[in-house]
């Protein structure tokens, strides 16, 4: 099975400062119909995981232009340009590329 | 509106059959695919698996010996059950719309039915 490596805990960042959350993938998360199915979701606290990011860098209707994804092959990376309150709780990787498909182990956003 | 919500037993002993219903309205089960994923203390998100928009279904091997995910589009409702629970079974479970894009997308989420595997 693939695993997504990400960091528990990130930098704790200021509001208003850019946050780099990484998530990187012991395969190539390119499929073979050409296609990188890697997505991020945000599980704020109490609630259930929302989607923000699919195929690498689209980002899902609604969802705010501070939040950018990019990478490619197993190493990705998912940016908020201007962190703001409503932005804490936990990252989650998610690949759709190989059976099972697997989640990260998430990375808590902190503010400083 | 797009809603989706679990019901669940809350409490299942170990051994026994968990089961779930996730209710959804705003949109067509048969246009749609529906994944379950779960949430445990020793495991983090878990994907567990899917029904196609036309019934057909797909499991995680972890779980495919004793998954089965079905519907009945008449109510909107799709169904969990798994057998054979044991304790790190514990956890929160989730149904989701998939938008169907080549791989799980998981646009909406209901809020989780929480089960505790416990005699």
């Known amino acids: 099975d693939v695993v997504l490596t990400q960091t528990l805990v990130a930098q704790p960042v200021r509001l208003g400062d850019q946050a780099s959350i990484s998530c990187r993938s012991s395969q190539s998360l390119v499929h073979s119909d050409g296609h990188t199915y890697l997505e991020w979701y945000l599980q704020k606290p109490g609630q259930s995981p929302q989607l923000l990011i699919y195929?690498?860098?689209n980002r899902f209707s609604g969802v705010p232009d501070r939040f950018s994804g990019s990478g490619s092959g197993s190493d990705f990376t998912l940016k908020i340009s201007r962190v703001e309150p409503e932005d804490l709780g936990v990252y989650y990787c998610f690949e759709g590329t190989h059976d099972p498909f697997t989640f990260g182990s998430g990375t808590k956003l902190e503010i400083k | 509106q797009v809603q989706l919500k679990e019901t669940g037993p809350g409490l299942v002993q170990p051994t026994q059959t968990l089961s779930i219903t996730c209710t959804v309205s705003g949109f067509s089960l048969t246009s749609y695919y529906m994944q379950w994923v779960r949430q445990t203390p020793g495991k983090g998100l878990e994907w567990m698996g899917f029904?196609?928009?036309?019934?057909?279904?797909e499991y995680n091997s972890e779980f495919k010996s004793r998954l089965s995910i079905s519907r009945d589009t008449s109510k909107n409702q799709v169904f969990l059950k798994m057998n054979s629970l044991k304790t790190e079974d514990t956890g929160v479970y989730y149904c989701?719309?998939?938008?169907?894009?080549?791989?799980?997308?998981?646009?909406?989420w209901g809020q989780g039915a929480s089960v505790t595997v416990s005699s």
């Open positions: 195929e690498v860098s």
């Open positions: 029904i196609r928009s036309g019934g057909s279904t």
């Open positions: 989701a719309r998939d938008v169907g894009m080549g791989a799980p997308v998981m646009d909406a």
